[in-house]
């Protein structure tokens, strides 16, 4: 038996009349199995095999010689198939062992070892055993010939086709490959972060969709204003890996910066026999290109895949440098580089969820009064300063230390107690700062949270630092505070009433009552204070002084604040409705309040709405209030009396007003504080103080109430010292409107009687 592979043959058949085109064989320097085309001869007639290769062994086919491989049984054909490679076309016997033996060994093929590309060309001696129309039909086959049809010229045609049609299906597959492969590619790349990391696995994969070792490097080159800068290393593999990341030049390696420079300038790949060069068309002005070495040329259809491949990783660069530009915007502050106050938080995480927790110490660092050195040394003074505070923070206080940059003039330290030490922080600013020849001297104001005592997360120990900051700020500039459990627990109760407080306003649980103002004299109501007061739906009251400066603290006191001056209009307006004409509404202004830009157009628009006359609407503001930048408080005054309503000062005596300034404020009226009402018969002092205020509104012109009056004897003794007024609980306590109107008409009927 012969043996099942047959060397190539060059035998002439000089009875053939045929003149075959002469084709030119593939270089012999490619791989073996790439220069023949293998062709499997099954038939269990030796002379079938002799007359074959005699017929085909010294042609060529697309450029290629043949390779016989020789099998004379079903069975022998499958022992060689499970390990023969690149089978390009099988000329199979129908009838050997048995009558059908061809057929089950071309659904062995197709089905057990999955080849779908080999050809496969029936032939038979015996025409009925397998009939044509149901052969082709039933299994997956390429031709079907009787022996007798097949001449050397049919022959020749038959399997020139059959190798043309395996070329092009293998083509196809090889395609179909790279374009999985690329998608493949593609999906791990966007997976990869940072631009040096998608570098290094575009080298990766361009290595592994041509089965080559990834020796190579990749570039980048930036072209602003048309003119180009140096070659950017990204990312270097294999024998480049030596090359650091950075500038590349000829002098590096000459034959790669050479094609790299031509392929940027050509905008285009470029194929060489032993490296390829790749061009990555970028965004703003900036390219990349890849040099690959390569152990041999690579095929058309490697070609076009890279033509593919280099779409996607263009697309795919520009999109892995925007992801890591939004990285940096998210994460680092743009201006030092620091980490931000986003970053900040997960690494605060991260610390507390580790063993480094217990000794490690949170630092809030806030320069003082940097605002004015900014307004006053410009912007770009500013930002250099803070450049050199940043870099002091880094250099001076450790390596293992986190230094972040919160925004505006707030710096931030993490890291072992022992090195976020406040008196170590603090000494980093006693020497000057040198801005453009110019020193500078800052000073700086700690917060601390020591992490081992910290129950929450990261971002709730920058809250509790920021507390402790500010508690510092109260205390003194240039000091340090540590936060303590009693601070949260206090600002936690302060941002649950404050919650609370918005629901209890949007509820309708806060209402206003009316404490009428009287006349020592006659005895007789002539205005009234209205109070706000908030009860919550379990029955419960919550005192004002509670619930009125977390009102200021979180803005909702000017919403408040409105709608209590619109409902004591409407109360007033009521009122006079009920022919009290001459009665004088008093409605308390906070600070916030009456700072807030729209306050003017507030009073007027409420006043307008609710139809309330002017000049029987009273705001009480509180003396400490009126001496805090007076200048300004004149202006605004008087703004607001041009609109009609009086001012009254609240609490006054218990601050220290100037006496300049009050004959300035255009003030109607000032009160006398509770707490020098209780003096007149509790105190030693008596009733001096109560006295000084009366003396001090008659000489200047100003009417004169007293608060809190409670006793006969209080109210006897203010009216002997000439005050007009008071309220207290000794006439009334504060009521609700539906109270007020039925206070006051019964107090008409007892006058009447």
Same mark, same amino acid.
């Given at each position: ?7 190539? @043959?060059?035998? =002439? ?38 007359? $074959? ?6 042609? !060529? ?20 198939? =499970? ?8 000329? #199979?016997?129908?009838?050997? @062992? ?46 079907? =010939? ?57 080298? $990766? ?28 290393? /990204? ?27 031509? $392929? ?46 280099? /779409? ?145 997360? &990261? ?28 601070? &949260?627990?206090?600002?936690? @109760? ?24 009287? !006349? ?40 408040? &604040? ?177 109270? #007020? ?5 019964? !107090? ?6």
């Amino acid at each position: 038996m012969p043996a099942p592979i047959t060397p190539l @043959e060059h035998n =002439k058949d000089d009875h053939d009349d045929l003149v075959f085109l002469e084709e030119h064989p593939t270089p012999t320097s490619a791989p073996a199995t790439r220069n023949v085309w293998r062709v499997m001869i099954i038939d269990d007639d030796e002379d079938v095999h002799s007359t $074959t290769t005699f017929a085909l062994g010294n042609l !060529d086919m697309q450029h290629r010689p043949l390779e016989f491989v020789h099998a004379y049984s079903a069975a022998q054909a499958r022992d060689l198939l =499970k390990h023969e490679q690149e089978i390009a076309v099988i000329l #199979l016997d129908v009838v050997m @062992e048995q009558d059908d033996a061809g057929l089950h060994l071309v659904r062995y093929i197709r089905e057990t070892l999955k080849l779908a590309d080999v050809r496969i060309i029936l032939r038979t001696g015996q025409p009925g055993y397998a009939p044509e129309i149901d052969a082709i039909r039933d299994f997956d086959i390429n031709d079907y =010939k009787t022996k007798s049809e097949l001449t050397r010229i049919k022959l020749f045609t038959t399997v020139t086709a059959a190798i043309r049609s395996y070329e092009q299906i293998r083509s196809i597959s090889a395609s179909r490959r790279g374009l999985n492969q690329i998608v493949h590619a593609s999906t791990q790349l966007m997976a990869l972060h940072g631009v040096q990391n998608f570098a290094a696995g575009v080298l $990766t994969q361009i290595a592994d969709l041509l089965s080559v070792k990834a020796d190579g490097l990749l570039c980048a080159q930036e072209c602003p204003d048309g003119r180009c800068r140096e070659l950017m290393v /990204s990312a270097a593999a294999g024998i480049y890996s030596r090359l650091p990341h950075g500038q590349i030049t000829a002098a590096d390696d000459e034959r790669a910066v050479g094609a790299m420079e031509r $392929t940027l300038e050509q905008r285009r790949n470029i194929y060489s026999h032993d490296f390829v060069t790749l061009y990555f068309a970028g965004k703003a002005s900036r390219d990349f290109v890849a040099f690959l070495q390569l152990p041999r040329p690579i095929t058309d259809i490697d070609e076009r895949l890279l033509e593919v491949f280099c /779409s996607n990783v263009a697309v795919g660069l520009d999109n892995v440098e925007l992801v890591t530009h939004l990285h940096n915007a998210a994460f680092y502050d743009q201006l030092s580089k620091l980490p931000n106050r986003t970053r900040l938080v997960e690494i605060l995480d991260a610390t507390l969820a580790g063993p480094a927790r217990d000794d490690a110490t949170l630092s809030l660092v806030d320069l003082d009064h940097f605002a004015e050195t900014n307004d006053a040394l410009g912007h770009q003074f500013g930002d250099l300063l803070l450049l050199a505070v940043a870099g002091r923070l880094q250099s001076r206080l450790g390596q293992q230390l986190t230094v972040a940059r919160l925004g505006g003039d707030i710096f931030c330290v993490l890291g072992d107690a022992a090195q976020v030490n406040p008196a170590m922080i603090l000494a980093l600013f006693q020497t000057p700062f040198s801005i453009d020849g110019q020193d500078v001297q800052l000073s700086a104001t700690l917060g601390l949270v020591r992490l081992g005592e910290h129950d929450g997360c &990261g971002a709730d120990a920058l809250k509790d630092a920021d507390i402790a900051l500010k508690r510092a700020k109260t205390q003194q500039r240039a000091g340090h505070f540590y936060f303590s459990r009693s601070m &949260g627990v206090e600002i936690r @109760e302060r941002v649950r009433m404050m919650h609370a407080l918005r629901t209890g306003f949007g509820q309708n649980q806060l209402f206003v009552v009316y404490q009428p103002q009287i !006349d020592l004299t006659t005895r007789r109501p002539v205005g009234a204070e209205a109070l706000l007061r908030w009860q919550t739906p379990d029955g419960k009251f919550i005192s004002p002084d509670r619930f009125i400066p977390i009102a200021e603290y979180s803005g909702l006191i000017i919403e408040l &604040g409105e709608w209590v001056l619109r409902t004591a209009c409407r109360e007033l307006v009521l009122l006079r409705e009920q022919g009290h004409r001459d009665f004088m509404m008093s409605v308390n202004v906070s600070q916030v309040q009456f700072r807030h830009p729209r306050f003017l157009e507030m009073l007027s628009q409420a006043l307008e709405d609710t139809q309330a006359p002017p000049e029987y609407i009273e705001l009480e503001i509180t003396e400490s209030m009126a001496m805090e930048e007076p200048d300004l408080l004149i202006k605004m005054l008087w703004q607001v009396k041009q609109t009609g309503v009086s001012i009254a000062i609240d609490d006054f005596g218990t601050g220290f007003s100037s006496l300049s300034y009050l004959q300035r404020l255009q003030v109607d009226r000032l009160k006398i504080d509770r707490a020098f009402v209780t003096e007149i018969t509790g105190s030693a002092r008596g009733s001096s103080i109560a006295e000084m205020v009366i003396q001090l509104g008659r000489n200047l012109g100003l009417a004169v109430i007293a608060e809190g009056v409670e006793d006969e004897r209080q109210a006897q003794i203010l009216q002997a010292l000439g005050c007009p007024l008071a309220q207290g609980f000794l006439f009334a306590r504060p009521m609700t409107a539906a109270a #007020l109107i039925g206070w006051l008409n019964n !107090d008409v009927l007892e006058g009447a009687a």
